[in-house]
Each structure stands twice: as C-alpha cells, then as structure tokens.
Nanobody, 113 residues
C-alpha cells in the first residue's frame, strides 16, 4: 500500500486549499478512504471519509467548510478546504483504514491569522 498526500502549503485564514492523495497497491475503488490530521502536540484526528461509491462523512470541526471527493479512475482522493481557520493547521494524511494506519507521508497545512 502506498499513499502520498500533496497540496499543502501556507494560506491565510478564510482562504482555500485542495489536497490530493494518490493511492496504489490495493483495489482503491472498493475501499473507504480517510483524511486525518495531526496538529503539533495533539493526537490524530479523523477529518473526513468517503466510501467507494461516494458517500461522505465529516467531523463536526470541518463540516460545511471541507469537501471530500474521489476519482476512482485516478486512484486519488481529494480534500477541498474552504474558509480555513488557524486551528486547521496540521499535517494532513490519507489512509484506507479507520485507524489511520497505514498512512503515507503527509502534507503540511499552515493557516495564518
């Protein structure tokens, strides 16, 4: 299993970012896919997840601001982050498992106030 998140960066509060996660080594279209984040000094937080057919779930902290989607033809899952807040600052990871393990290299998102 290989998972590579990308698209992070520095953004001002209220701005937008789109994260991508390229997956390989498993049957992507059959699996739920998860976005997690980990802020400095805090534990891993499950942010959003999507079924193989496109059903979505969001943590309360991001509901109404973030949108998860996937392209099964490209084995890629996305996280559109809108109206970001400083508390969204974290390393973002994708995973195919509820536990967050395994997860690939994350991408840093920093939101300035």
């Amino acid at each position: 299993v290989q998972l590579q998140a990308s698209g992070g960066g520095l953004v001002q509060a209220g701005g937008s970012l789109r994260l991508s996660c390229a997956a390989s080594g498993f049957t992507f279209s059959r699996d739920w896919m998860y976005w997690f984040r980990q802020a400095p000094g805090l534990g891993l937080e499950r942010v959003s997840w999507i079924s193989g057919s496109g059903s979505t779930v969001y943590a309360d902290s991001v509901k109404g601001r973030f949108t998860i989607s996937r392209d099964n033809g490209k084995n890629t899952v996305y996280l559109q982050m809108n109206r970001v807040k400083p508390e969204d600052t974290a390393v973002y990871y994708c995973s195919r498992d509820w536990s967050g393990f395994p997860r690939g290299q994350g991408t840093q998102v920093t939101v300035s106030s």
